[in-house]
């Protein structure tokens, strides 16, 4: 038997994905990818422009877009139904948050930007932990028991 005759338990799932599964997929998506902007927008600054610390500049840069694996990989995952990928999903929302805090106490533009960023987190969590979202993942309660 081929590895395409046996799916594994996450890909045999027949019915359509659900729309709050697709949605959170889909903010997961948009968080890592505005990551990825930041990032590239402080490396390329940090390389181009006069920043006052360049490594600390560049440094920052690539950490951005390191982390922004953690939900590019979780949107990914969500979207094929993978049951490991509602961990890193809710991970990215928690770390979301205080980010969204800091933000909001800020006394500048970057206020709506928190308010932004607040929004997506929570939705993002509601979606997550949505019965249906777990249910159509695969993922079962205490003692196997679906939830």
């Given at each position: 038997?081929?590895?395409q005759q046996n799916p594994t338990p996450e890909t045999t799932d027949t019915e359509?994905?659900?729309?709050?599964?697709?949605?959170?997929?889909?903010?997961?998506?948009?968080e890592g990818a505005a990551l990825?902007?930041?990032?590239?927008?402080?490396l390329v600054m940090g390389l181009t422009g006069h920043p006052d610390d360049r490594g600390q500049a560049v440094t920052g840069g690539v950490t951005?877009?390191?982390l922004a694996l953690l939900p590019l990989l979780a949107a990914r995952g969500l979207l094929l139904r993978r049951s490991w990928s509602r961990g890193p999903a809710i991970i990215t929302q928690i770390m979301a948050l205080p980010v969204a805090y800091n933000l909001l106490r800020a006394d500048s533009i970057a206020i709506p930007g928190g308010i932004a960023l607040a929004v997506v987190a929570v939705a993002t969590l509601v979606?997550?932990?949505?019965p249906e979202t777990t249910r159509a993942l695969g993922i079962t309660g205490p003692g196997g028991l679906r939830e």
């Open positions: 038997m081929s590895p359509p994905r659900p729309g709050r599964l697709t949605a959170a997929a889909a903010l997961t998506a948009l990825v902007v930041g990032g590239v927008y402080l951005l877009i390191v979606l997550i932990l949505n």
